[in-house]
């Protein structure tokens, strides 16, 4: 008796899970094993808690029954609960239907505990996920054909202040503890079903894995806890290789990256994944960089590179980007010519007053006043009247001053700042193309 207890205690001590003089603790409770399981042990470990229960009335009277029961067992070891009702389908619909139900179920429940972060003023949020949970992601991660942050497996605590206590025991071992507590559970009849990756894996391809070879469970946990460790060393060593990398306002040396490192595509894969970069866009970024001017979209941000630098683009362009498009030059308006050249712009000196000109690309809804026209027109019907494609249009180089296009480069100049009767001095400017 206890040895589950003292299991599950040693592990919250070891990763520093749990402050007991930090307040409450939120429990993600079901209602199945594993998560009756987690609330009965810390409550009996003496730590503050309050249950959690999301109804997604996915189930019928099935979801009823789940959020009773979660009621009853926190009644029953005197813990408050709060219950959730959600409406998956109109989530679904918000988001274009572009996510399953799986995953808006998923974003569902864990919005909802970070808000309960902050309502209660809690210190985490617990889930159950237990051993065995860890292998099938390890093992669904594996088919999936990820590298090491994705077999590596569940972390015990991450920055969203979620914890999982249970990861250093099995489900035989939760369902021993429900029975020396006297405590049920249900059973969610869905998991018996072999629609979902996750369920084949564990209703049909573990159990005989595991009949195979009797050892497996202890080596692939023995295993997870060593790539666990691997995986921290490993994103350690890639954050110091930025460090090294980096350059002024966010860009990074592709030049230097390349030149030095053996494993270049690796690095740059890493440093931008988790901007949301794929592995074909980082190939290319190596593959391109020496095309100055080229643009790069990764997931909410755009990169640019600039003479072997990849370069985040911002509200304004660094001077060394602008003049890498553009060569600027000053003259005394006696020597105005006009030219049909379509990478020159020309305009009167007083556009170098005040707010300094600088580079961005095209973005939905921009308006610009052409030469020659009265009121402003859109940038997607200029491209249209030049016959751009639709792939060519986010490359061409915009030459702003403040939040005004003046030059969609070798395409359409503004009617701002135009050459005049008035005019000393004009500026010519050279769209050099990278």
Same mark, same amino acid.
């Given at each position: ?153 569940? +972390?015990?605590?991450?920055? @969203?202040?979620?914890?999982?206590? $249970? &990861?250093?025991?099995?489900?035989? %071992?939760?369902? /021993? ?47 997870? +806890?060593?790539?666990?460790? @691997?995986?921290?060393?490993?994103? $350690? &060593?890639?954050?110091?290789?930025? %460090?090294?990398? /980096? ?188």
């Amino acid at each position: 008796m206890g040895a589950f207890r003292d299991k599950v205690e040693r592990y919250i001590i070891r990763h520093n899970l749990i402050d007991k003089d930090a307040g409450l603790i939120l429990v993600a409770l079901s209602g199945g094993a594993d998560s009756v399981a987690l609330l009965a042990v810390l409550v009996e470990l003496g730590y503050k808690c309050k249950a959690l229960h999301c109804n997604f009335h996915l189930r019928g009277a099935e979801s009823e029954r789940d959020a009773s029961h979660a009621q009853d067992i926190s009644a029953q070891l005197g813990v408050p609960v709060s219950v959730k009702d959600f409406d998956v389908e109109r989530f679904r619909q918000m988001t274009g239907d572009s996510i399953s139900i799986e995953m808006a179920c998923r974003d569902l429940r864990y919005n909802w505990f970070a808000e309960m972060l902050e309502t209660e003023d809690a210190q985490a949020v617990a889930v159950a996920h237990s051993i065995d949970d860890n292998i099938e992601t390890l093992m669904l991660n594996l088919m999936r054909g990820t590298g090491i942050m994705g077999i590596k497996g569940m +972390v015990a605590k991450n920055n @969203n202040r979620i914890i999982r206590p $249970l &990861l250093c025991v099995t489900r035989p %071992e939760i369902e /021993s503890y429900l029975r020396e507590k006297s405590l049920d559970y249900i059973v969610d009849s869905t998991n018996l079903q072999n629609i979902y990756r996750r369920n084949s894996l564990r209703n049909k391809v573990l159990p005989n894995l595991y009949s195979a070879f009797p050892q497996a469970k202890s080596g692939i946990t023995a295993s997870l +806890v060593h790539l666990s460790e @691997n995986a921290a060393l490993y994103d $350690l &060593l890639v954050k110091e290789k930025l %460090e090294y990398y /980096s350059v002024a306002d966010g860009g990074i040396d592709i030049k230097k990256l390349i030149d030095k490192e053996l494993h270049s595509h690796l690095l740059l894969y890493e440093w931008l994944r988790p901007k949301g970069a794929s592995r074909s866009i980082t190939d290319d970024i190596i593959r391109c960089v020496n095309n100055s001017g080229r643009r790069f979209d990764i997931g909410k941000l755009s990169y640019v590179l600039d003479r072997g630098i990849l370069m985040p683009i911002k509200g304004n362009f660094n001077r060394c980007v602008l003049e890498n498009f553009f060569d600027i030059k000053v003259y005394p308006v006696e020597k105005f010519k006009v030219t049909r050249d379509p990478n020159k712009a020309y305009f009167d000196v007083s556009v170098l007053d005040g707010d300094n000109l600088w580079v961005r690309y095209w973005m939905s809804g921009d308006k610009m006043r052409p030469f020659g026209v009265k009121g402003h027109k859109k940038l997607s019907d200029i491209f249209n009247d030049a016959k751009v494609g639709v792939d060519k249009k986010p490359h061409i180089p915009l030459l702003m001053k403040g939040d005004e296009i003046l030059w969609v480069a070798g395409i359409r100049q503004s009617e701002s700042y135009r050459i005049n009767t008035s005019t000393k001095q004009y500026v010519e400017i050279f769209f050099s193309q990278g």
